[in-house]
């Protein structure tokens, strides 16, 4: 099982970039994105069921943050919009073998078995 994580790079605020994640090996129950900025912890980003049910955002992202996923080319994607300087954060995807249908657990990064390498997402003032 690989997830390979890509589209990072250097954008202005106000700009927008979509983040890839190839998913090869198996299906999953659930997919997500995290992010850990410098000097912090990994937070919660964005979720959503394999199946494609309701996705689940952090309050910081609603409304500019999408999280989908194309079934033909089995990837993972996050677009990202009207983005902000404290959106600068190397990203990652994630995926986990259960659907989980609480946030409580499904915004924790252990429950997600597999995670791609992470790109690094940077927003020039």
């Known amino acids: 099982v690989q997830l390979q994580a890509s589209g990072g790079g250097l954008v202005q605020a106000g700009g927008s970039l979509r983040l890839s994640c190839t998913a090869s090996g198996r299906t999953f129950g659930r997919y997500g994105w995290f992010r850990q900025a410098p000097g912090k912890e990994r937070e919660f980003v964005a979720s959503?069921?394999?199946?494609?049910?309701?996705?689940y955002y952090t309050d910081s992202v609603k409304g500019r943050f999408t999280i989908f996923r194309d079934n033909t080319k089995n990837t993972l994607y996050l677009q990202m919009n009207s983005l902000k300087p404290e959106d600068t954060a190397v990203y990652f995807c994630a995926a986990s073998g259960g659907a989980y249908t609480l946030p409580y657990y499904y915004t924790q990064s252990s429950i997600y078995d597999y995670w791609g390498q992470g790109t690094l997402v940077t927003v020039s003032s």
């Open positions: 959503n069921t394999w199946r494609g049910g309701s996705a």
